[in-house]
């Protein structure tokens, strides 16, 4: 058998953890972050993606569900909209400002099932073995340098019989139509490569779930596209620009012409960006 050790992902981050999700309390300015999650959660198509992705882990009415690194807690609410009142969602991040809104948004006045929170790190699980039916964790493990240890605990903490689900993005497939393809490659993957614990987590999946010890892996492909170059796209690709001229991949002029170029092909209509994210799920022996 191959030893975990060997088919771990590489931990990279070399400059120096810089990305702010493995610390948002750190940032600063925390709540920043909070803002960004929840506009990513309210566009549409986030929001089909994570019901097919619940569907995909097979949460369902009446199920205790886990959502690791739970954020604001947008997959958290929607997860808990599903089990319903028999049902019992917990969410656990360790930021506690994440925390505070992820409570504020489920509290009075929010009409969805009624998740609770608890501050806790994915590698120590604060709940007994076998607690969940359902364990989740969706674009957390990407970010992550131990993300074994987070996964052997979402192992324990889920009943023999139970999923677990995780769902992470795949830098190596963000596609972008502009013209110069060699820039591109270098703001894109270059900040991939130096950001991301592991920029192409969602390809390794379902190869490292069943690693982990679960059986009937299944995945699954998510194909996100925008069309519009605006809020939450331009404030991401904005940070890929600020972060590649500050590592000296691209000067500050290459970074300005390359954000001309979206912004023109945006005036014409022609914006186009693309994302894949990947499920896996798995059953607990
Ligand atoms: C990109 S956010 C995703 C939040 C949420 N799952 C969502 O989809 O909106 C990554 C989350 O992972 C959390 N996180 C970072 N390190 C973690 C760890 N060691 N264990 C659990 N969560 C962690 C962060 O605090 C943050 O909330």
Redesign the pocket.
Known sequence: MTPRSETAPRTRGGRGAVDP????DRQADPAR?AVI?ET??SQPHQARLRQSFLSLAGVGPGMRVL?????????TRDAAARVGARGRVVG????RA?LQVARRRSGAGYDGGRPVFRR????ALPFASASFDVTL????LL??P?SER?LDEMLRVTRPGGRVAVLDQDFGTLALDVPDRVLTRRIVDGHAERFYAEPWSGRTLARRLRLAGLGRVRSRAFVVVDRAYDGYVRSMLGRRVELAVAWRLVTAAEGRRWLESLEDAAARGDFFMSLNYYGAVGVRP
């Open positions: 999700y493995r610390a948002v972050f999650l990513r959660g959502d690791v690194g739970c954020g604001t807690g947008v997959v656990v991040d360790p930021s994440l806790g790190d994915g590698s964790a969706v674009t957390v970010h992550v131990a987070v």
